[in-house]
């Protein structure tokens, strides 16, 4: 009941359980016996995942275009030429529909690790109106990015990285392959998001079955994201966060809505069966604690944006620390103590 309590009152985030999991590795997470880095996530049941979404996702959902508008908007404020691009993952298909000819990109290298996603961008491309934009489509992880250091002057991902295992050395790579002065941008679902459906599920499975499993994945928390641009070694850092509330008519129409993003539960220790009484239970327990007058549920997406440069001589540093030729005594004495001279 400690724990019950501690979630209804949001104390309990999927960020704090993310904390623990070193503590939790034995019985809850693998390591490969060749590869010494915690496993979280099934990235084949993400792949798959994926090649299902490819085929049932619309192109007129508004969180997704939305989200996707925000980090171009980002890429315009940036006045500066990027000629090669690659396209992480995630919401890729939105960013190419909404890209039109914004930052000067004369060639975009668009990668996932779903080849029915991959299939289906290329039918699109017929979809789209005619530019001058040179495309090349590839299958690949990024966990594993199959690009050569200093090979591209921008990457892009949207809604994709918070699904890899090392989220870190997913970044380190990408910042490799940027060429010096390059642009990182990404955006990824933050720890708020679902916590409407996360505090559900875990009424729902104490009531139901005495003890609560992992149904919903751990998220990254806003005062993370920085560090982690940080740690992997991008200059001039940038966060900024944003919050949707997106309303449904129903719990299942919330989950088929992730379903056809491609944003459902992929851990590697999951409880792989879903009890009908827990599911309807957890229908319920939504109902009843978070519906409108009218009817709907809400349900919150939490986005982290992040900006980061590849170092080059020509950004702007600051200066050593202790290089300063006035003291603050001096400015006092000068300005007075009233600030007035």
Not at 1 to 27: K, N, Q
Not at 119 to 137: A, G, I, M, V
Not at 157 to 179: E, F, V, Y
Request: charged content about 30%; hydrophobic content about 40%; proline content about 3%.
């Amino acid at each position: 009941m400690d724990l019950l309590r501690r979630v209804l009152r949001g104390e309990w985030t999927s960020a704090r359980y993310h904390r623990l999991l070193p503590c939790l590795r034995s019985s809850h997470y693998s390591t490969d016996r060749d590869d010494s880095r915690l496993k979280i996530f099934d990235r084949d049941l993400k792949r798959r995942q994926r090649d299902r979404a490819a085929w049932i996702m619309g192109e007129k959902d508004e969180l997704v275009n939305t989200v996707a508008e925000n980090v171009l908007d980002r890429l315009e404020d940036c006045k500066r030429t990027f000629h090669t691009a690659l396209c992480l993952g995630g919401s890729l298909g939105a960013v190419r529909r909404l890209l039109r000819g914004r930052g000067s990109i004369q060639k975009l290298i668009m990668m996932d690790m779903s080849s029915d996603m991959i299939r289906k961008l290329k039918q699109s491309e017929k979809d789209l109106p005619d530019d001058d934009l040179e495309k090349f489509y590839m299958v690949g992880d990024e966990e594993f990015l199959p690009l050569k250091e200093n090979s591209v002057d921008l990457i892009i991902s949207c809604l994709g990285l918070h699904w890899t295992n090392d989220l870190p050395g997913a970044m380190i790579q990408s910042r490799l392959a940027l060429k010096p002065d390059g642009l990182f941008l990404a955006a990824v679902l933050g720890g708020e998001t679902l916590k409407e459906l996360r505090i559900a599920c875990t009424v729902a499975q104490m009531e139901r079955e005495g003890g609560i499993s992992p149904r919903i994945s751990p998220l990254a928390q806003v005062r993370d994201a920085g560090n982690l641009l940080t740690r992997a070694g991008f200059t001039l850092p940038a966060v900024d966060v944003d919050e949707f509330t997106v309303r449904y008519e129903s719990a299942l129409e919330l989950i088929e809505h992730l379903r056809m993003m491609g944003e459902t539960n992929a851990l590697l220790q999951r409880n792989k069966i879903l009890r009908r009484e827990t599911a309807l239970a957890t229908a319920a327990v939504y109902d009843s604690m978070f519906a409108a007058e009218d009817g709907t549920i809400p349900a919150t997406f939490q986005v982290i944006y992040m900006t980061g440069w590849k170092e080059h001589s020509s950004q702007q540093r600051s200066k050593r620390r202790g290089s300063a030729t006035v003291s603050f005594q001096d400015i006092q004495k000068q300005f007075g103590s009233g600030g007035q001279s």
